[in-house]
């Protein structure tokens, strides 16, 4: 049984549906992604499943209790690290800790050994007697984080726990969202960040407009769009409907020329692996001169791009793009895979 | 430093959540407990917290005290101090409007909704709390009225009742306070909405004058202000006066905004999130 199951999660907010029948699934010990733009549905999701919420239709189960029927046992499992920082400025790193730990019940003895613990191993022990109002953003991200875990939740929900951060605390908090995985916590994290999701996620779902578009591996999004591509670039552009024709074999998709100097021959691949090797031993057998072979890794930047028709982080103007013949098509695919999942 | 992640984060032996009567006096102690602990650092707050009070007391007694008179007290510091009482209690009721739009605009009660712990405590600890700080402004203002004179007439129990019901009635208006400041959802806007319509309710009453020295179209309004029965029952308790049926309406005001706010408040945070 999956740590987190959610069936057909509408959710309407008056006249908007923010929720449009989302199912997800996180498996114990995973790290889920929910990948989307602003205003996608991801915290409408986190909230349902937080209790925070209740949704129109579907369920979640979570730890095989049903949160909206048993809003308090679900509570006493889950750890919450919301959109903001949510630590009592007024209050010391220590004494925060304290006092969620006290509202788990875990009683006042427990509370303060799992503060000092925490506030070891989050790196805050010289801040830890000060007052919150003089953290950084990191720090109060990472006490943030620390008060999630006071009483060892058996899911944690990570809502966007890098927005607003400058890159050196986004940094540290990753690495410790990495150790906490390999930990082996079971974890739903929200992101606008496609580098967040890749870096950190076992699985992504894709959310757009209150659905789920796209779900798999980040490797396996990357491939739904054609994934990687190796570029040659020839010496003479003649060879180049020889080289499109030689190379054929190796694709995944049809090679093209590319850039206005007609050598650059692009062929799409489902793997990179051995793939530069072999084109390079083709080219050289068939004495076709090459002024380089690279290879261009697709980012999930693509992929949401060619997912959603439209830039991540940048979720209003979305009918902007559809000119892309390619990409829309690609679009289509993958949504349809989607539902038929 | 040896403990490693895994030890931290697996997910431990849980017992079924306990409840009762003690476990949500526990959670609202342990949420005003909170609040308790921020009030001695920051002297500053509780500073202009009772200047105002003060202020209002020498200004009253000294500039306006020489002009203004009232039928049936010789002294006006007699019948006005126990007026300034009472505002200064109800204002202090905005602390908890503002308290509470803080609470939410960090996202604090987001992460308080998602713990396993009684939802009410959340707000009755935060009124609770505010009370200690009212407790404290009053207590200054108390010295500062002895020191200018003013006398408590009736007996210990007369000014007990009488104090009793200055903070019964400001606890119920942090109610008031609490749902406005969970409605508005931004400090700022907690901040003057709840002070906003607390001048005319204080000013339009009994508390610094007769309201029988006012146009006619407003004495009714004066004399039914819930506000100016409180007054009234305050002064006479005070002044060692017989405090009529003002004393039970007074009370009953209190025990219905009380019910009907905390009821809105309850909803009101049922729904809430941080904007």
Redesign the interface.
């Known amino acids: 049984m999956p740590a987190v199951l959610a069936e057909g999660l509408v959710k309407r907010f008056g006249e908007t549906e923010a929720l449009r029948g989302v199912d997800l699934e996180i498996e114990r010990a995973k790290v889920l992604g929910v990948l989307g733009p602003n205003g996608a549905g991801k915290t409408t999701t986190v ?1 349902i499943l ?4 209740k949704p129109d239709a579907g369920r979640a189960i979570l730890d095989g209790i049903d949160v909206v029927a048993e809003p ?2 679900a ?4 750890g ?1 690290t ?10 010391s790193g220590l ?1 925060n800790l304290e ?2 730990g ?4 875990l009683g006042t003895a427990v509370a303060k050994d799992r503060a000092r ?2 506030i ?2 989050f790196g805050l022990v010289d801040a830890g007697h000060r ?1 919150v109002n003089g953290y950084s953003g990191g720090m109060r991200r990472r006490l943030d984080i620390a ?3 006071i ?4 899911v ?1 929900f990570l809502d966007e726990p890098t927005t607003g951060l400058d890159p050196r605390s986004r940094q540290d908090v990753w690495e410790l969202i990495e ?2 995985v ?4 079971t974890t739903l994290l929200t992101t606008q960040y496609l580098e967040e999701a890749d870096r950190l996620a076992d699985e992504i779902v894709v959310i757009d407009r209150g659905m789920v578009i796209a779900r798999g591996t980040a490797d396996e999004l990357k491939r739904q769009i054609g994934g990687d591509q190796v570029e040659v670039i020839l010496e003479d552009p003649a060879d180049a409907s020889r080289v499109i024709e030689l190379v054929a074999c190796h694709t995944c998709g049809e090679s093209h020329l590319d850039g206005g100097d007609g050598r650059t021959v692009v062929m799409p691949v489902t793997s990179l692996d051995g793939m530069v090797p072999k084109v390079v031993r083709d080219l050289d057998e068939a004495k076709i001169v090459v002024r380089d072979v690279g290879v261009r890794r697709s980012t999930l930047d693509d992929v949401f791009f060619a997912l959603t028709g439209h830039a991540a982080e940048n979720g209003e103007n979305g009918e902007a793009s559809d000119g892309e013949g390619g990409a829309s098509a690609d679009t289509q695919r993958v949504e349809e895979e989607a539902q038929l999942g | ?1 040896t ?4 030890q ?5 032996e ?1 017992d ?4 009762g009567p003690v ?1 949500l006096l526990r ?1 609202s102690w ?2 005003a ?2 609040h308790l ?2 009030l001695p ?2 002297p500053e707050l509780l500073m202009f917290a009772t200047i105002q009070p003060v202020m209002f007391v020498l200004l009253f007694v000294y500039v306006f005290g020489g002009a203004i008179e009232v039928p049936g007290y010789s002294d006006y510091k007699q019948f006005l101090l126990p007026g300034i009482f009472a505002q200064t209690v109800l204002f202090n009721s905005s602390f908890t409007g503002v308290g509470v739009a803080e609470d939410l ?4 009660i ?8 009684y939802q009410s405590a959340v707000l009755i600890g935060r009124t609770m709390s505010d009370i200690v700080r009212n407790v404290i402004t009053f207590t200054v203002m108390l010295l500062v009225a002895f020191a200018v004179g003013f006398r408590i007439e009736g007996t210990i129990g007369e000014a007990i009742l009488a104090t009793w019901l200055l903070f019964f009635f400001s606890y119920a208006f942090s109610w008031i306070q609490a749902w406005m400041g969970l409605s508005v959802g931004s400090v700022e806007a907690a901040n003057s909405a709840g002070f906003m319509w607390m001048f005319p309710l204080t000013f339009v009453s009994s508390a610094f004058v007769d309201p029988s020295t006012m146009p006619e179209w407003l004495q009714p309004i004066a004399r039914n202000n819930p506000f100016t029965i409180v007054t009234n029952a305050t002064r006479a308790l005070y002044n060692g006066r017989p405090p009529g049926s003002d004393l039970w309406v007074a009370i009953a005001w209190a025990v219905g905004i009380t019910v009907v706010f905390a009821l809105l408040a309850a909803r009101k945070f049922a729904s809430s ?2 904007k």
């Not at chain 2, 605009?105 to 604090?108: D, L, R, V």
């Open positions: 909230r937080t209790t925070l919420l308090q046992r509570r006493a499992r889950i919450l919301g959109q903001y920082a949510a630590v009592d400025e007024r209050l004494e006092h969620v006290r509202l788990f019940h613990e925490l070891e191993r007052v008060m999630s875990l009483a060892r939740p058996s944690l150790e906490l390999c930990g082996g916590t | 430093m403990t490693t992640v895994d931290l984060v697996a997910p431990a849980r079924e959540t306990p409840s476990w959670d342990t949420e407990l909170r602990r921020a650092r920051n605009s960090k996202g604090i987001d992460r308080l909704r998602s713990l396993p712990m999130a941080a």
